[in-house]
């Protein structure tokens, strides 16, 4: 199968199709996920220190037998390590638990806590050659004040998307910058009524492939990097025998009038600042 990249506004090239392992077990579980999808051909991981399994990533990429430049690994910094100093130490322990010596893309997991200070020294990161390409996750309200203060700007964004809320606005605000954007919840949190829109069956029969695949297309052509989370090696199997097909632009613009702004996380920046008081382990 064609895996096909994302072109990042430093000129990196980046799996589009990944294995996100959120609420994967540390240890075997995640080598065993990661293995597996290297064996299929993937080449991106997405990880966090909040998911507490980089050291399984690490110890899979390293049983691969795959040379690190093959491999893509995005992961991403907790609000508690955020702030001047306090980032790059968190960085330098993130590159102990991946067993690497730098990070492909590092993103900002939260818009809360000391967001500017990180990005600082995320900064410092880039120039010192331990991170390639940085990013936020999850920025909305506090968006333009990072911007404000970011001399690089964010290379992807993270956030929600699946066909109810595609998320147009947001790419539009960061194409100025080149900013890539990343889904999660690429299927709605896998919402029935989603993934059964009639568009989608009727695509699925006319292309042979399932519901789930044409989403997965979609969000391909898009432009959107999607990781959607398995350990069933025959899912992540099916997730990634999208490439072989291609929906026209008439079928694009069908599914494009399913926007309605359905979002399944509507947190609060207020609720979000609790997120500052759970310190993740090292």
Same mark, same amino acid.
């Given at each position: 199968?064609t ?12 799996p ?10 540390e240890g075997?579980?995640?080598v ?7 064996g ?7 990880t ?10 690490g ?6 037998g ?5 491999v ?17 130490q ?20 939260q ?20 991170v390639?390409?940085?990013?936020i ?15 690089? *700007? ?9 066909p109810?809320? =595609? ?5 539009k ?18 919402d ?9 069956t ?5 292309? *042979?492939k399932?519901?789930?695949?044409i ?12 990781? =959607?989370?398995?350990?069933? =090696? ?16 008439e ?6 009038e399913l ?18 008081q759970?310190? =993740?382990?090292?």
């Open positions: 199968m895996q096909t990249y994302l072109t990042l506004n430093n000129g990196l090239k980046m589009q199709f990944g294995l996100g392992v959120y609420l994967v077990p075997r579980e995640t065993d996920a990661c293995l597996n999808a290297f299929l051909g993937v080449r991106h991981i997405d966090a220190h909040a998911y507490q399994n980089e050291r399984g990533v110890e899979a990429l390293k049983q691969s795959l040379k690190r430049e093959e893509w690994i995005t992961t991403k910094l907790w609000p508690t390590e955020y702030g001047e100093g306090k980032t790059l968190g960085i330098g322990k993130m590159l102990e638990r991946l067993q690497t010596d730098y990070i492909d893309l590092l993103l900002l997991h818009q809360v806590g000391d967001y500017v200070g990180a990005w600082k020294d995320m900064e410092k990161a880039v120039e010192s050659g331990k390639r390409a940085i990013g996750s999850n920025f909305n309200e506090n968006l333009e004040d990072l911007l404000k203060h970011a001399t690089v *700007k964010p290379a992807a964004v993270q956030v929600e998307c699946h109810y809320f =595609p998320q147009n606005e947001l790419k605000r960061m194409a100025e910058y080149g900013t890539i954007l990343e889904s999660w919840y690429p299927l709605g949190h896998g029935k009524n989603l993934i059964n829109e009639p568009v989608f009727k695509l699925a029969q006319k292309y *042979k399932t519901n789930v695949k989403i997965l297309r979609w969000h391909i052509q898009e432009g959107n990097a999607v990781f =959607p989370k398995t350990t069933d =090696p025959q899912h992540l199997k099916d997730n990634f025998d999208i490439f072989d097909f291609e929906l026209t632009a079928e694009m613009a069908e599914i494009a926007d309605n702004g359905k979002r399944y996380y509507n947190a609060t920046l207020a609720e979000q600042e609790r997120f500052t759970w310190k =993740p382990a090292d």
